[in-house]
């Protein structure tokens, strides 16, 4: 028991550098198997994930900062800061991705980003809050914050549970909205 606790310990100081060695597999092993999507279509998605992100940098598009892409069931989420121009182009190139069923998006202006500790703080909240709040599979769900906006991601199992999640992020203090892409699995 001492030494998991030491090994936590030791995570959380090296935080920057050994999770991506050691917590890496685990996580992933483990998010496999409790995901609400089968393993093929998990695989699918991060080949299309893969796919749209390798187009949008070899497109080099200007003024398309900060995005993140995600995908669960052939659905694509684009989330970022973008000028109008880079939206038109970020979103026609990635609904030309072999496996991409339908492009969803949330952009935000250029600069929302501006005190990114104020993000990262809200950020850490977000992680505690949807941790510790009850009946909520946190490990099944993503989060991006970008000027206090808080966008949710992921596939859950049942309605109640995507409520109360996005409950439990709108009590942070600084959140200015929700933006919710959690939807119920089969």
Known sequence: MNKKIAIILTML??????????GTVGSGVYNV??????VGTQSN????????????VKKRISNLTKVKVYCYDGVVYLIG??????????????????GVK????????IGTTTNS????????NVRGRLLFAQKVASNKLSYEVYGGNVVLLGVLSKQ???????DAVKEIVNVKDVISFLVVGN
């Open 117 to 124: 500790i104020e993000d990262f703080a809200i950020g850490a």
């Open 102 to 109: 339908e492009i969803k998006t949330q952009w935000f202006p």
């Open 160 to 166: 109640e549970e995507i409520d109360r999640a996005i």
């Open 13 to 22: 100081m090296f935080s920057s550098c050994v999770p991506v060695i050691v």
């Open 33 to 38: 198997t409790t995901d609400e999507r089968d």
């Open 81 to 98: 800061e973008a000028s109008s121009e880079a939206v038109i182009e970020a979103e026609t190139t990635a609904s030309m991705v072999e």
């Open 45 to 56: 998605d991060l080949t299309t994930i893969a796919a749209v992100k390798s187009e949008l």
